[in-house]
């Protein structure tokens, strides 16, 4: 029996009367890419928001390693290594590549607040700190302010924070959102590097990124499972064409 990490059952989430989760089934196997993809309005942000906690669900459940995490705060996710990234790259632009990283360390080690703490104590992770970025490439970058990094490197920085957090499972928000052609195949290469070991869900728009990186993709439309299965199958379905790539079948082949 494969091994779940993650799994939903019936989730829904209601806003005003208008139902924009309906029964989502999830289960996600631990150690792959699971990857969540559909056109806009398709409702993938809204069960990230269902997973983080960022949104309660109206119906439904949500287990994580067999515990029911649906009550769960944001901070309790997070504790027990769920960590999410967003669209927007979320790093704090002045402060340095090394020291976005140490913030992360102090959250996971419950020193975040410890603002008295000398000098040479917050040094003291700076060996771990330029470790986890050496893992995204950014070694050479650790002294550079973030706001002066490129694009694509900012979210190598954001998937190094999230690394420092030492996450079970990890979130990925659009990762490649706005990149040009280069800056995409970095971050995928390297979202495919830190996987190992890991167990990641993904919403990505680029089908190229989900094609080389999912195991397991999951099409949503209007808030319900479309289909699911390898990037091989899932392509070649009817109904996955006409509401996610806005072709049929017998265009597609054309």
Request: net charge neutral.
């Given at each position: 029996?494969?091994?779940?990490?993650?799994?939903t059952?019936d989730?829904q989430?209601?806003?005003?009367g208008?139902l924009?989760v309906?029964?989502v089934n999830?289960?996600i196997?631990?150690?792959?890419?699971?990857?969540?993809?559909?056109?806009?309005?398709?409702g993938k942000t809204?069960?990230?928001?269902?997973?983080?906690?960022?949104h309660?669900p109206t119906?439904?459940?949500?287990?994580f390693?067999?515990?029911?995490?649906?009550?769960?705060?944001p901070a309790?996710?997070a504790n027990?290594?769920i960590v999410r990234?967003?669209?927007?790259?979320?790093?704090?632009?002045?402060?340095?590549?090394m020291?976005n990283?140490?913030?992360a360390?102090?959250?996971?080690?419950?020193?975040s607040?410890?603002?008295w703490?000398?000098k040479?104590?917050l040094?003291?992770l700076?060996?771990?700190a330029?470790?986890r970025?050496?893992?995204?490439?950014?070694k050479d970058?650790?002294?550079?302010?973030?706001v002066?990094?490129p694009?694509?490197?900012k979210?190598?920085l954001?998937?190094?924070?999230t690394?420092?957090l030492?996450?079970e499972?990890m979130l990925?928000d659009?990762p490649?959102?706005?990149m040009?052609t280069?800056?995409?195949?970095?971050?995928t290469?390297l979202?495919?590097?830190?996987s190992k070991g890991r167990?990641?869900i993904?919403?990505e728009?680029?089908?190229?990124?989900?094609?080389k990186?999912?195991d397991?993709?999951?099409v949503l439309?209007?808030g319900?499972v479309?289909a699911e299965?390898p990037?091989?199958?899932?392509?070649?379905?009817?109904?996955?064409?006409?509401?996610y790539?806005?072709?049929?079948?017998?265009?597609?082949?054309?």
């Amino acid at each position: 029996m494969t091994d779940i990490i993650l799994e939903t059952r019936d989730l829904q989430i209601s806003f005003g009367g208008f139902l924009a989760v309906k029964n989502v089934n999830l289960k996600i196997a631990r150690g792959t890419i699971h990857a969540i993809i559909g056109p806009n309005g398709a409702g993938k942000t809204t069960v990230f928001n269902l997973l983080t906690k960022f949104h309660a669900p109206t119906a439904g459940r949500i287990l994580f390693n067999g515990t029911d995490i649906t009550s769960w705060k944001p901070a309790e996710i997070a504790n027990h290594g769920i960590v999410r990234s967003f669209q927007i790259s979320a790093v704090f632009p002045h402060l340095t590549a090394m020291e976005n990283v140490r913030l992360a360390l102090q959250r996971r080690l419950g020193v975040s607040y410890h603002f008295w703490r000398s000098k040479k104590v917050l040094e003291s992770l700076d060996q771990e700190a330029v470790a986890r970025l050496d893992q995204v490439g950014l070694k050479d970058f650790a002294h550079l302010r973030a706001v002066e990094l490129p694009y694509g490197r900012k979210r190598a920085l954001e998937i190094a924070t999230t690394l420092a957090l030492e996450p079970e499972l990890m979130l990925l928000d659009e990762p490649t959102q706005g990149m040009g052609t280069e800056d995409v195949g970095s971050v995928t290469d390297l979202i495919r590097k830190v996987s190992k070991g890991r167990t990641i869900i993904m919403v990505e728009h680029n089908l190229g990124v989900v094609s080389k990186l999912a195991d397991t993709i999951t099409v949503l439309n209007r808030g319900e499972v479309l289909a699911e299965g390898p990037y091989e199958v899932v392509s070649k379905n009817q109904a996955v064409m006409e509401a996610y790539m806005g072709v049929s079948a017998e265009e597609a082949e054309a």
